[in-house]
């Protein structure tokens, strides 16, 4: 969507509808004195009380004005996590009634951010399969402070768009099925996003082989699709300033390998490369807004194939910090592509490592789709990504890793084993990854939960969600 920020006086003009959002049991305040009294006749009817989420469309005086009225309920006034689903509601009510601009009024720049990410995430659509896709009606926005006195707006709306469009561009790479979304695939998505600044390096089977990532590559062996591991190095910050390092699972699909997985859902395992979409999406806002930092980003991808050269249960794998690892179930693959990225990343000493992974079922089971699992090694690490939890409205929820649940990680025959018992499977899944970032401050997220939806709600389209892109800039807007 195209955006633009108005002063006042210009919203009824050239503008197919006014949007005002309204919490409950305050008045409707509108530029136009017919549509405000439409308004006030609304509610009085009980047509619009300001419910969560709810859409009510008024008529007023001559020329066709009208406005669409949407609720928050008893949101409070810096919620702006309730303001961006209630945004993606009214952008699809606006779309359904064939309305090409909206005039979105606000009260502060916040608003206007909340408001630009929740209308163009709720407008997202994956439809280039379809032979009879409909081209979205709503194109054009405008942000326009209700009383006159926000200026400024450019940057922030500017910088949500970007966000808009990163988001989405993550939410097509997990839509895209494995057929299409191959690592290779990946790979030459990434080299489109390389500049001066963003260095891009794709290595492949030999190379993974050649950097000791022996899990890795066992994960690979039984996949004809060349696994890659994709590196984004950005230098933003200068040669003085440490590295802030994130590291994304990207298993295209998800088979189980030979622990196959049963039939029913195994099409959704498109979506086992979550975290790694979140970091491209991640990587595409920085390459366009190019912050002060340094970054250094990597996605090991594969697919899980059962083929006959396919890695077993009770197979032995050498890691690439040197552990081994006894394979107790195939379908536990994801830990072992992270485990030689994460191993990679510390040699580095970066100031930090993150990852993000549709790691366990047993996260999903947990938390549901309401957060993702957060767990750590550093407290002011995790401190931090609690907080831009809060600001981007990517809820994240942290969970421990007691010794315990190292413990039952220990391998009867190795060192380590990829899978333990069906307890507290999310907690030893973080054990295990944090066996491999040496003693650099770590963050885990546990997305599996949160990368794909199975309904429209709000500002998220069934599919793919694009989790992860929001709460990474956040965390890094913190870090500059």
Not at 162 to 185: E, H, M, Q, Y
């Amino acid at each position: 969507m195209e955006w633009k920020s108005f002063p006042a006086h210009a919203a009824s003009r050239k503008t197919d509808a006014l949007v005002r959002f309204v919490r409950a049991d305050t008045s409707i305040k509108l530029p136009d004195p017919d549509l405000q009294k439409a308004a006030r006749a609304a509610a009085k009817a009980g047509e619009f009380a300001g419910k969560p989420n709810q859409t009510a469309l008024i008529h007023g005086g001559t020329g066709g004005k009208r406005a669409l009225l949407v609720g928050l309920g008893g949101a409070a006034d810096d919620d702006h996590e309730a303001l961006r689903t209630a945004a993606g509601f009214a952008a699809r009510a606006l779309d359904a009634r064939g309305v090409a601009r909206a005039t979105f009024l606000i009260d502060d720049a916040a608003e206007a951010c909340a408001i630009v990410e929740g209308v163009g995430l709720g407008m997202y659509r994956f439809d280039q399969y379809r032979n009879q896709a409909d081209a979205p009606t709503l194109t054009r926005g405008v942000v326009c402070p209700a009383d006159g006195r926000i200026s400024g707006l450019a940057k922030p709306v500017g910088e949500s768009a970007a966000i808009v469009a990163a988001v989405g561009f993550a939410r097509d790479l997990g839509n895209l099925p494995g057929n299409i979304c191959t690592p290779a695939f990946l790979g030459r998505e990434a080299r489109k996003l390389a500049s001066a600044k963003l260095k891009v390096n794709v290595y492949g089977r030999a190379d993974i082989k050649r950097m000791r990532m022996g899990a890795f590559s066992a994960v690979a062996q039984g996949s004809k699709n060349e696994p890659k591991l994709v590196e984004f190095r950005y230098r933003g910050a200068g040669t003085n300033k440490k590295t802030l390092t994130f590291v994304g699972k990207g298993v295209t699909f998800d088979t189980g390998g030979i622990s196959i997985k049963p039939p029913p859902g195994m099409e959704d395992m498109k979506f086992d490369m979550g975290g790694g979409a979140a970091v491209f999406g991640f990587m595409h806002l920085v390459a366009a807004l190019q912050p002060k930092v340094n970054i250094h980003a990597l996605v090991p991808a594969t697919d899980n194939m059962p083929d006959g050269a396919a890695y077993r249960p009770g197979d032995i794998l050498t890691a690439r910090n040197g552990k081994t690892i006894e394979v107790h179930s195939t379908d536990a693959e994801g830990r072992l592509l992270l485990c030689d990225a994460l191993a990679y990343a510390a040699e580095k000493k970066p100031q930090c490592i993150v990852d993000l992974a549709t790691l366990t079922g047993a996260c999903v089971v947990a938390l549901a789709d309401a957060a993702c699992g957060l767990f750590g090694n550093d407290d002011d690490l995790i401190a931090a990504f609690r907080s831009a939890s809060a600001s981007s409205g990517e809820s994240a929820w942290h969970m421990p890793i007691y010794p315990r649940y190292t413990e039952m990680m220990r391998g009867t025959y190795a060192d380590l084993q990829n899978s333990g018992s069906r307890w507290g499977g999310a907690c030893t899944a973080a054990a295990f990854l944090q066996e491999f970032v040496a003693d650099q401050p770590w963050v885990h997220l546990d997305i599996a939960g949160v990368a794909w939806a199975d309904a429209t709600k709000g500002y998220r389209s069934k599919g793919a969600t694009g989790y992860g892109v929001r709460l990474l800039w956040e965390f890094l807007k913190s870090r500059r």
